[in-house]
Nanobody
């Protein structure tokens, strides 16, 4: 059974940092694109960051570029999101997602929710002002 489990969320003051982790299990994810998305109350789920199966390519939303860093450890089936200089507008539930389509297609954009087949349950990040 494929499973993605996020951890590392919490309450932090503006300007602080958090590191989210996503543990993948059920099969190897070394050929999967991995992404982080977030959803604030009353808003649609939005793209935050993504990383190619090899880790050689990373993608970021403009709103987090320069503050967030995505990384992965294929040996451990783990993906991370280091979040620095957090702002109140970063408050949301953060979701990890995976899909192996990118390994077989160059049309995978990494930025759309519908491109990912597997999702975690989410972890809450709250940034106080």
């Amino acid at each position: 059974q494929v499973q993605l489990v996020e951890s590392g969320g919490g309450l932090v003051q503006a300007g602080g940092s958090l590191r989210l982790s996503c543990a993948a299990s059920g099969r190897t994810f070394s050929r999967d694109a991995m992404g982080w998305f977030r959803q604030a109350p009353g808003k649609e789920r939005e793209f935050v960051a993504a990383i190619s199966w090899s880790g050689g390519m990373t993608y970021y939303a403009d709103s987090v570029k320069g503050r967030f860093t995505i990384s992965r450890d294929n040996a451990k089936n783990m993906v991370y999101l280091q979040m620095n200089s957090l702002k109140p507008e970063d408050t949301a539930v953060y979701y990890c997602a995976a899909d192996h389509s990118a390994y077989y297609s160059d049309r995978f954009s990494y930025r759309n929710t519908y491109e990912y087949a597997y999702w975690g349950q989410g972890t809450q990040v709250t940034v106080s002002s």
